[in-house]
């Protein structure tokens, strides 16, 4: 049964990105060999529904985001072979309505409000419960057949952990796993430490050795500090496979876990790094990224460990080279998150929905649900997983053991032990509460876990009381 975890900052899978603020990007028409496009038609005829009947076909349909993972924008980047059925099988269009994302879900408010409403939003597990409670999204079961073959093993985790009262609130073509730990092998080697690839092959792969080459490595004289990252701090209370606030789905409440002794041992281990300046000290930077990059200062030997999301190392090639290390010559590398020594043996992955949510108000829902089709058809048909495998290969140089450790932290994400984050979808008031605990190795002056619960569970009874009731009130049929 997956554990329901909460405030995971935002991980997503991004092939596009486009900054907040920036002059958006033209876009460039990309196309697949004749080989590999005739082969995803092919395919695609299996398992889709046929092209002149199919409900959205020939249509357009608005996405809202602050990023755009549909199109590309360089003759550098791979191409999304969902979208790429969906336009060439269905002659169907997305529309990129760019946002900032700190204003994202207030901005798509106003537009549900205004009856302009766009028509699909990221199905993160951040959306769920209090966006459909408050109104922002629809149930999706008017659109997606969770008993379809096409959504095979998709139901009960759908069902289970994105629902109210019955009705679904995600459609989930996929598990995207999260946060992982990125480092250089280069630097690894120059330093004299062990390969954190071949210390998780071997199960020694531990807080222990990860926190001995923090300390060794660090030295704020130098510049160097071992850790750092956006997430490394709810990281690593989560990979203990427990987390603040965990999901019954037998009595359907939300509850705390702040007795689970696994946080404290996480809280004590991100205390120590913090206190002994391991961490990059983002408060002398005004919290700003250090060189302005996530990972600055990884290829020039000053960063040992990055926390983050794949995403973060998956781009073209000159882009990830400069800031992480050279792709080509195998420097860069990733492992899942180190396990706790005291803990069961489990190495925990962070995982949310890959998938979409319908707005309130869609003008094309069928739309949504058909591109969703073709994201799900992508997931489950070999012939389009090895153009998607090779573009990584061929494209931005992904090595062998690269896509083998992909492999390796999707199959613990959409395992029985994976981790849901549900971020601030559990209400800004709770989410604030929760990051209290789990964002405190992010802070100067970090608190003892002991001092953590004094000033902050009653808030968080409260809190989760106060979202359990509204969940009991609401009515998915009324919205």
């Known amino acids: 049964m997956k554990k329901l975890f909460a405030l995971c900052l935002i991980v997503i899978m991004l092939f596009a990105f486009v900054g907040c603020g920036k002059e958006k990007r033209q876009i460039i028409k990309l196309t697949l060999s004749t080989e590999d496009s005739e082969a995803i038609l092919a395919a695609a005829g299996i398992m889709l529904p046929d092209a002149e009947t199919a409900a959205g076909a020939g249509t357009t349909v608005k996405y809202f985001s602050w990023y755009d993972s549909f199109h590309n924008y360089g003759e550098d980047e791979v191409i999304n072979t969902g979208y790429w059925t969906f336009s060439e099988k269905y002659g169907s269009e997305v529309e990129w309505i760019e946002c900032e994302w700190g204003k994202r879900f207030d901005d798509l408010a106003n537009l549900v409000l205004s009856s302009s409403s766009p028509d699909f939003y990221p199905g993160e597990s951040n959306t769920f419960p209090i966006r459909p409670i408050k109104g922002i ?3 999706v079961d008017d659109y997606i057949d969770y008993d379809d073959p096409l959504w095979s093993g998709m139901k009960e985790f759908v069902y289970d952990y994105f629902s109210i009262k019955g009705r679904p609130y995600i459609i989930a073509t996929d598990n995207a796993f999260g946060n992982v730990c990125i480092y250089n092998r280069r630097v690894m080697e ?11 092959a071997n199960d020694e792969w531990t807080w ?4 001995e ?3 060794e490595f660090s030295d704020p004289d130098e510049n160097r ?6 997430w490394y701090s709810s990281g690593f209370m989560r990979c203990t496979g ?5 999901y019954n789905t037998e009595t359907q409440r939300y509850e705390a876990n702040v007795d689970n002794p696994s946080l404290e041992r996480a809280a004590t281990l991100l205390y120590d790094l913090s206190k002994n300046q391991t961490v990059y000290p983002w408060w002398s930077n005004n919290w700003s990224l250090r060189n302005g990059v996530n990972g600055g200062g990884m290829k020039e030997g000053e960063l040992l460990y990055f926390v983050g999301g794949t995403w973060l190392i998956t781009g073209p090639v000159a882009d990830i080279s400069n800031v992480w290390g050279d792709v080509s010559q195998g420097e860069v590398m990733f492992v899942p998150l180190p396990r706790d020594p005291q803990g069961d043996g489990t190495y925990y992955m962070e995982a949310s929905p890959a998938g979409y949510c319908i707005v309130k108000g869609a003008q094309n829902p069928e739309g949504v649900a058909l591109l969703a089709s073709c994201d799900r058809f992508k997931v489950l048909d070999p012939t389009v997983v090895s153009i998607d495998r090779r573009q990584l290969e061929e494209v931005y140089l992904w090595s062998d053991e690269m896509l083998e ?8 994400s959409i395992s029985g032990d994976a981790i849901i984050s549900y971020n601030e979808g559990l209400d800004s008031k709770l989410a604030s509460v929760v990051s209290a605990y789990e964002d405190n190795g992010h802070i100067q002056d970090s608190q003892t876990w002991a001092q953590l619960r004094e000033t902050n569970d ?5 809190y989760i009381d106060e979202l359990n009731q509204m969940i009991d009130q609401f009515d998915p049929d009324v919205g």
């Open 190 to 200: 120059e330093w004299g430490f062990d390969d954190p690839a071949e210390l998780y």
């Open 405 to 412: 450790m992909w492999d390796t932290c999707y199959e613990l």
């Open 225 to 230: 500090y071992a850790l750092d990252g956006w």
């Open 458 to 462: 009653e808030r968080l009874d409260y």
């Open 242 to 246: 427990e987390t603040i606030v965990v």
């Open 213 to 215: 080459a923090c300390y």
């Open 208 to 211: 222990d050795v990860f926190e």
């Open 137 to 139: 999204f629809q149930p």
